[in-house]
């Protein structure tokens, strides 16, 4: 491990060395991606550091008592010692995380998709309530959203509505939310009250930049028509809303939320390469799969992943058995929690069968 961590310190010494020449900080591209990767390396060497010196001092102390005639240097140096030791295996887990390999994809933005399932209206609404519940936890992180495209139900909610979220490490965080959510109330609709389970499937798109996926223009087909629901009378009078068709594949991406067709294209040709995107990702996401027990973070859309249990109060993760008794907060965007858990499972397996 020491080895690696030295090679990991003299390239962010040369990165750094690379950041005060001109050459570099006149390209800005390049003075971009030399900052990105300093930074990510930076956790790294202050724990490098860390661990060097309570190496150094481990080896000072068992000197110390090795070679010192002084019982009362002796025995400072006896307390220190097991101090250090203690830490030590603590330090080097942690070292041993940030050492697994980062998925590239983690830094991009991401599209949320988020459709109705088995239920009816109650999916419709449920999807709803999802929506809310995202959208609350990317204000939470200072992320922006834009709704790109929705389908609203007919008692509420939404049968399908599409959102891109911007910022910091979106699709690295989100992409755990991957799968069928489920859900267990009793419906507005249900006069004898008796508790239904509905379904809504999210998906989690890491967003592809143009250099991703090359779209060959003459292969998508352009259909424009006008907006429905919400949007205004502006949207709805005009043919503004786009839907578009890669015709070799058979994927389709609409766009009705912008004022203008041609927001309304830029959108949906954004979507539409993302999901191209998604369709190579899928399969490498799928290869991983097979090595994991637990269905983490791998994009599969009918893994039921998710139960929310209004009448218990409770919300229970399948792939990592984790229950929580705090619904409400949940569904107010509270889901560090479960994130931060997930992420530490994932982790935990990539470590196991990295063997770092």
Known sequence: MLDKLEQIYFRYKDLESQLSDPGVVGDMQRFKKTSKEYKDLEPIVEAYEQYKNLLSNITFNRQVLNE????????????????????????EDRIRFLLIPKDPEDDKNAILEIRAGTGGDEASIFAGDLLRMYLKYCEDRGWSTEIMNENSGTAGGFKEVVVEVAG????????????????????????????????????????ADEVDVELNMTDIKKDVYRASGAGGQHVNKTESAVRLTHLPTGTVAECQDGRSQHKNYESALKVLRTRLYEKALAEHNAAIAKQRKTLVSTGDRSAKIRTYNYPQGRVTDHRINLTLYNLGDIMNGDLQ????????????????????
Do not use: C, W
């Open 168 to 207: 910091e490490g979106v699709y690295g965080v989100l992409k755990y939310e991957s799968g069928v959510h489920r859900v267990q109330r009793v419906p507005e609709t249900e006069s004898q009250g008796r508790v239904h389970t509905s379904a809504a499937s999210v998906a989690i798109l890491p967003e």
């Open 68 to 91: 010192e005639k002084d019982e009362e240097m002796r025995e400072m140096a006896k307390v220190e010692l097991e101090e250090q030791q203690a830490a030590l295996p603590a330090l």
């Open 337 to 356: 929690e479960i994130i931060d858990k997930l992420n530490f499972e994932e982790n935990a397996e990539k470590l196991k069968l990295g063997g770092i």
